[in-house]
């Protein structure tokens, strides 16, 4: 084969390379996908993140003004109940009662990675108890993956309420979630959350 055939034979070659070439990158068409793109794809699971034990502990402390080491008794007992919490309500809330009786608070919902919003919440108790008081709320709250879902009755878990270090705990629960209010100062008070609390966007004057 002389020279004139081996180039002639060359330049085919590279024409038909390149218009395969052309086609494959051609105006409108998609790029063939990478494997790394299209390998074990991830979603996102909706559900909120959680906070530790540690951050929790801070928060309660500086809040309610009380010790750290009181504050991480309570708290261990509640992790040791419910594990890590995906919210929380930093608020305050005043109650009376003549053996019945009503409770109102404000506060501000916080989630990881979501703007606060604020919150209202009310609801009548029922028990042995008498007087009145106003006090600061810290309230855990589990299995809340979105806001909205907080605006929702909650009732009281019979038998859940404790003291620890001089804060008082108890549990409200509709479905999965569960909210731990976690009071400071409340003293025999702590005998009156029978009953439920209602959480709204707006105050609400009528505690039922």
Request: one cysteine or more; charged letters at 15%.
């Amino acid at each position: 084969m002389d020279r004139r055939t081996l180039i002639v034979s060359g330049l085919a070659t590279a024409g038909v390379a390149g218009c395969a070439s052309a086609q494959s990158t051609a105006p409108g068409s998609l790029p063939p996908p990478s494997p790394s793109a299209t390998a074990n794809p991830s979603y996102s699971t909706g559900q909120a993140e959680t906070y530790s034990r540690d951050e929790i502990v801070n928060n309660v402390s500086d809040f309610l003004g009380v010790t750290a080491e009181a504050a991480g008794g309570a708290i261990e007992r509640v992790f040791q109940d419910n594990g890590r919490p995906t919210a929380y309500v930093a608020g305050e809330e005043g109650s009376a009662a003549i053996v019945g009786g009503a409770r109102y608070g404000r506060g501000l919902l916080y989630m990881k990675n979501r703007q606060p919003i604020e919150v209202f919440w009310q609801g009548p108790s029922v028990g042995w108890d008498f007087g009145g008081n106003a006090s600061r709320v810290f309230t855990l709250c589990y299995n809340l993956h979105y806001p909205e879902v907080i605006f929702q009755r909650f009732p009281g878990v019979e038998g859940s309420a404790y003291l620890i270090g001089g804060l008082g705990v108890n549990y409200l629960r509709s479905d999965d979630i569960t909210l731990a209010p976690i009071r400071a100062g409340v003293g025999l008070r702590l005998g009156a959350n029978v009953g439920y609390l209602g959480f709204s966007r707006t105050r609400r004057f009528l505690p039922f």
